[in-house]
């Protein structure tokens, strides 16, 4: 995932590798693994070199809470967690972050133990204050109960059902990244306004990619890009009773921004350190 700016205010090169292993959640490791390269655009000289692990993760999650800021309900009291990997904690917390209203938070995975596991982790974590944690080994009782529903899987079939959403519901979709996989039905793209965190999204999101195949909805139905409504060129939410839709597959433009925050943050503490 490569990315060019010759601009004065972001002068680099940045070139992401990444690998993806889900089976290496049985292994207890990470399903993903990346590195990062950072050069000057200037000069082509190695600045620096990340774990874009880590990296990846904060992204990630951070793109998730900004589209939330714009379209979920102000009011949002219950946040439903899909997945309990090494994203949805920092998913969580990002949410957490721009919505402070949300004082219940429901995990659920595929494996019961792991979802109890992470609402045990975060019970016992500072700076949740007022915060419950829960898990729930059905997701069609709890679907229905998330103001936000956020999910960071690597499911091939559908997991969460249109009907089953609330309204005014916010669903947050992470985890898919090619045609063959989905995290929700076609009901849900349906009854929802659609927004993606950019346009690649419409060739490789399972769920917008088979919509569109079915005719369940067309492109021209995406209300529009992450890019837009913070520019507002397109509204976000209009109403407390829509549902809304974030669909989001990363770029290597937001890869070397957050690369130039952390590289530009650790030069200017060196310096003050000096």
């Excluded at 419409?202 to 195949?213: D, K, S, T």
């Excluded at 809304?244 to 937001?254: C, P």
Aim: charge should be negative; hydrophobic fraction near 40%; aromatic fraction near 6%.
């Amino acid at each position: 995932m490569p990315s060019f700016s010759t601009s004065s205010s972001l002068p680099y090169i940045g070139v992401k590798l990444v690998t993806s292993h889900p089976q290496n959640s049985s292994l207890n490791l990470p399903g993903i693994h990346a590195c990062y390269t950072l050069f000057s655009s200037l000069t082509g000289q190695t600045l620096a070199l990340f774990d874009a692990t880590e990296l990846t993760l904060y992204r990630t999650s951070s793109i998730s809470a900004l589209a939330s800021s714009y379209l979920s309900r102000n009011d949002a009291h219950v946040l439903v967690m899909v997945g309990s990997g090494n994203l949805s904690p920092h998913l969580i917390t990002a949410h957490l972050g721009v919505r402070p209203s949300i004082k219940r938070v429901i995990i659920w995975n595929r494996t019961p133990e792991k979802a109890a596991a992470l609402a045990d982790r975060l019970r016992g974590e500072n700076g949740f204050d007022g915060v419950s944690f829960e898990s729930n080994g059905c997701l069609e009782e709890v679907v229905g109960l998330g103001d936000i529903v956020s999910c960071a899987t690597n499911s091939e079939r559908e997991l969460v059902r249109g009907l089953e959403l609330k309204e005014g519901a916010h669903l947050d979709l992470v985890g898919s990244f090619k045609p063959t996989m989905k995290e929700c039905d076609d009901e849900a793209i349906r009854r929802g306004r659609v927004f993606v965190d950019n346009e690649v999204a419409l060739e490789e999101a399972g769920e917008l990619v088979g919509a569109f195949e079915r005719g369940v909805i067309t492109r021209d139905d995406i209300c529009g890009t992450l890019v837009e409504l913070i520019k507002g060129d397109k509204l976000g939410r209009k109403n407390d009773k829509e549902i809304t839709v974030f669909k989001s597959v990363g770029s290597g433009v937001v890869d070397v921004l957050t690369a130039q925050l952390v590289y530009e943050t650790v030069k200017t503490d060196q310096i003050s350190q000096q």
